[in-house]
Each structure stands twice: as structure tokens, then as C-alpha cells.
């Protein structure tokens, strides 16, 4: 007979430690965590902007609608639950918190220097002497400022978009060249734009935001207006401020890990790293640890570390968080997006002496496992969790019963869970991935399919695999990055 329980749906943490399971919800109801909306108190993001003068224009349009309620559209809401009308940014509404485009840190980009950017027939010296551009007008934004802003919003002209787009792609994403991980793939200067444009804010220590002229119009694809909005304000409160939401059931001295691995391209070759995010659970600090280089010889084979590297990885995580907490933790999880080695785990042991609790998970997201439920048209309820002894499947999307329905289209796909050690329990574990599914403040929805830990540790690795990351140091919050 087939092992099967139910998962409680995880709750966050809002305003006056107000708890509610919808991100969207909590904020409305709530305000944003750490904010005593109760007794009035309000934020308000100090804000600069690179453009041209037609894309700032733009930018100036697109906050101004922010500032107003944006309703769902249409008529059938109550056949999408999970949809709900944006408030409007305002420190005197619901979200307590408004922007401020401060004009003192704009740094226009003139007609002239656009079009000397774009004036190369190749699209991808195109995208290059623009990247440049941008480090330039970095460079002049912050030599030019008494004091820094929060975050710096980066609105990409319609022309740009146009001449550097991919047009092998329907989106409007200026991609330079695709990253194959491939022995014999060539250098390249820029792979990704907005990856490129994260490393050139980051080495200012500034946060960015890049913004597309369809995300401006509202015209991103078939998202709502309001979705827009509420993952854009959401993204800009963490980046600028603090942290939207937090998680109400984990432990404080619980170390949530995240390790993945990404190729860096250089003019002599490549070499493989471990990217590394880990999350701090009760106060929900998100922070970076970049690995050590290492050659990646047998490409049949996934990239592992030896037990030195692992070693040496953990070693930083757990120095980070006695210098953060002033404490051991007490409970370390590690969630891989690999499997882990017999070296591996040798290590992870290694530099977590003296940590009472491990946990060592190795996620799969592609599993061709399905399960449905008999006589009912709705796939399997999300937290339902299958197995008696590891791998166990897991279930972090489907029907979700405070929302009435299942978000997604098709039959959901469970995550695998293959626990190579496990000091506490199977629910433990399975509790601590339907938490970190809830976690990401790119997006309001109710939750996300990977949790946090597997899923940053991948896009933090797209943008340090970048050529302009490669020799420097990386900062380690991860507002730099999202």
C-alpha cells in the first residue's frame, strides 16, 4: 500500500506579525514584514533611473499607474482566485509603501549616444557597445552623487529592444548568445543582457531594475496588469527596502542551503563553480557564496565537487552564519539540484561539526511521475507527499483548498525528493521545500513550483557566469542578483 500524507500549507509572516498564507492577501490585509502599519508607520523607496529620455518618460508613466488601484480583468475572478486587484503603491494604502523617483540620481542617456551604440549592421556588437554604455553611465551616476538610492530602475528604450532582441525568441529578451555548456563553446563578451546589466549595478553595490517597454505598456504577454504591478512592487520593496514577507514556522538557527553549479567562460576556457543560496530562515536574510573554480573533465557525468571543495563551500556558509547570528546553527538542510557523491557528503559532514541537525536532499523538478485522483477532475492537492522510504514525490503545485482550484494547466508535475541524510524527519523535509516554494519575492503568487533554495542558486549562477563577474567579488545579499 502506497504511503501518502498531506502537508499543511506553510504561513508567512506580515506586518505586526500578522500570519496569512497568500502573499497577496497578507500584504493587503497586513502590510509588508517588519512594518507596524497598526501604528502608522510607512516606507517610502528612494529611487534613480538610466535611460534615454523617451524610456524615463516611459518609466515616469508606468509609476504614476502604479500609484492607482489596477483591477483584474474581466469577469471571471472568482474562477481564478488567485488573481486579486492591485492596490496602488501609497504610503496612505493597504501596502503602506510608495516610491520616489529622485531626479538628483537620473543619469539620461542622450539620442546621440543611443545611436552611436547601435550604429554597428551586427547584432551582437549591438548588445556589447550598449553593455558599455550602461558601465559608463554607472560610473557617471555614482561619481556624480552625494548619496546613492535604494535601487536603480533601468528602462530599456524601445529601440534598443528592437535592434538587440533575439529574433529567434517571441519575448523581447536581448540575448547575445546562448550558453550550451558545451567543451568546445566558444568566449563570449555578453551572454545574457539583463544578466550583463545585474554584475555592471552590482560592482557599484547598487540594486537594479530592469524594465522592458512591454512590462511599461502593461503588454507582457497575457499577464494581468494588476499581476504586473504586484510582482513589480514586491520585487522593488525587497531590492530597496526590506523584506516583504517572511516564513512564520522555521527555526531562527535553521541554515537553509542552496548549491547548484554554472560554467564560466574566459578568452582561455572554462571552469566550473558551485553557486551558492542560502536563506536564513526566520529572519529570511537570502545570501550568496560563490565557490571555487574546478575543471569539469568527464562531461558525460553531472559536475561534483570533491570533498575538499564541498568541504571548504560549507565552511563559508557556516562562518557566515556564526558571524551573522553569533551562533552555530542548529539545523543544517542542504537541497541540491545533483546528486550528491560519497565525496560530497564526506565533506558536507566535515564543516558542519558540531551542528546537531543535517539534512541532505538532492531535488529533481523533470520526473515523468503522474498521479490523479479517481472520479475527481482536479490533479492531487498541493502538499500531498508519496513514499514510504526515500526518493518521495512531492507535490508542490495542484489543487490548492483555501483557493478553490489549481492554478496551472495540464497534469502538475511532482518534484522527487531523494534524501541521502535525514536527522529529523520526511515531513520535515517536505515541509521545509512547501515553505521555500512560498518564498520568492520575484512573484506574488501563491507559490512556486521549486523552492527558493534550488531555484536562486540557478539564476544566481546565470548572472556570475557572466565574462564582467568573473574576476570580481560578488556581493552577498541577494538583492543584487533578483
Known amino acids: 500500500m502506497t504511503w501518502i500524507q498531506l502537508l499543511e500549507e506553510p504561513r508567512l509572516l506580515f506586518g505586526n506579525n500578522r500570519q496569512c498564507a497568500d502573499p497577496k492577501v497578507g500584504l493587503t490585509s497586513h502590510g509588508p514584514a517588519l512594518l507596524d502599519v497598526a501604528a502608522g508607520e510607512t516606507q517610502t523607496i528612494r529611487a534613480g533611473a538610466i535611460g534615454t529620455y523617451g524610456a524615463l518618460s516611459h518609466l515616469r508613466e508606468f509609476l504614476t499607474k502604479l500609484s492607482y488601484a ?61 553593455v558599455k554604455l550602461y558601465e559608463q553611465k554607472f560610473q557617471d551616476l555614482v561619481t556624480s552623487s552625494a548619496s546613492l538610492p535604494g535601487v536603480i530602475f533601468l528602462p530599456l528604450s524601445k529601440q534598443l529592444v528592437k535592434m538587440c532582441r533575439d529574433p529567434t525568441l517571441k519575448t523581447d529578451r536581448i540575448i547575445f548568445e546562448r550558453r550550451t555548456m558545451e567543451k568546445n ?24 531594475q530592469v524594465l522592458l517597454p512591454s512590462t511599461m505598456s502593461f503588454a507582457r504577454g497575457n499577464q494581468e496588469p494588476a499581476t504586473v504591478a504586484w510582482n513589480f512592487a514586491t520585487a522593488l520593496y525587497y531590492k530597496g527596502t526590506g523584506i516583504p514577507w517572511k516564513l512564520a514556522e522555521l527555526e531562527e538557527t535553521t541554515c537553509l542551503v542552496g ?21 536564513y530562515v526566520r529572519s529570511s536574510d537570502s545570501q550568496i557564496i560563490r565557490g571555487k573554480p574546478f575543471v569539469w573533465e568527464d562531461r558525460s557525468r ?33 537541497h541540491k539540484t545533483s546528486a550528491f557523491t560519497d565525496d560530497e557528503i564526506s565533506g558536507f ?15 529533481r523538478a523533470r520526473d515523468n511521475s ?47 525528493l531523494d534524501v541521502v541524510r535525514n536527522d529529523t524527519s520526511p515531513r520535515q523535509i517536505g515541509d521545509d521545500v ?44 541577494y538583492r543584487y542578483f533578483m
Open 434 to 477: 512547501m515553505s521555500l516554494t512560498k518564498m520568492d519575492w520575484n512573484s506574488t503568487d501563491f507559490c512556486q513550483s521549486q523552492p527558493v533554495t534550488t531555484s536562486v542558486s540557478r539564476k544566481v549562477g546565470q548572472i556570475l557566469a557572466e565574462m564582467r563577474a568573473r574576476n570580481t567579488e560578488p556581493p552577498q545579499p
Open 259 to 279: 548549491i547548484s553549479f554554472y560554467e564560466e567562460m574566459g578568452e582561455e576556457g572554462s571552469r566550473m563553480r558551485a553557486s551558492m543560496a542560502h536563506v
Open 70 to 130: 489596477i483591477p483584474v480583468r474581466g469577469s471571471n475572478q472568482s474562477a481564478q482566485a488567485w488573481k486579486m486587484d492591485f492596490p496602488g503603491l501609497s504610503t496612505n494604502g493597504p501596502l503602506a509603501f510608495d516610491v520616489f523617483l529622485d531626479e538628483s540620481v537620473v543619469e539620461p542617456i542622450s539620442e546621440a549616444e543611443e545611436q552611436e551604440s547601435l550604429k554597428d549592421p551586427d547584432r551582437k556588437a549591438k548588445i556589447e557597445s550598449s
Open 349 to 363: 559532514n566535515e564543516a558542519s561539526k558540531g551542528v546537531e541537525l543535517l539534512d541532505f536532499v538532492h531535488i
Open 302 to 334: 553531472e559536475p561534483t565537487l570533491t570533498g575538499t571543495q564541498a568541504r571548504e563551500l560549507l565552511h563559508d556558509v557556516v562562518d557566515l552564519f556564526q558571524r551573522q547570528k553569533r551562533e552555530l546553527p542548529v539545523r543544517i538542510v542542504i
Open 370 to 416: 503522474r498521479f490523479f485522483h479517481s472520479g475527481n477532475d482536479y490533479p492531487p492537492v498541493r502538499g500531498t507527499m508519496i513514499g514510504e522510504k526515500s526518493p518521495y514525490i512531492l507535490y508542490t503545485v495542484g489543487y490548492v483548498p483555501c483557493l478553490g482550484t489549481y492554478q496551472g494547466m495540464g497534469s502538475p508535475a511532482p518534484l522527487v
Open 185 to 208: 563553446q566558444t568566449y563570449a563578451p555578453v551572454f545574457n543582457f539583463h544578466h550583463a546589466l545585474k554584475v555592471v549595478s552590482y560592482k557599484h553595490l547598487l540594486a537594479c
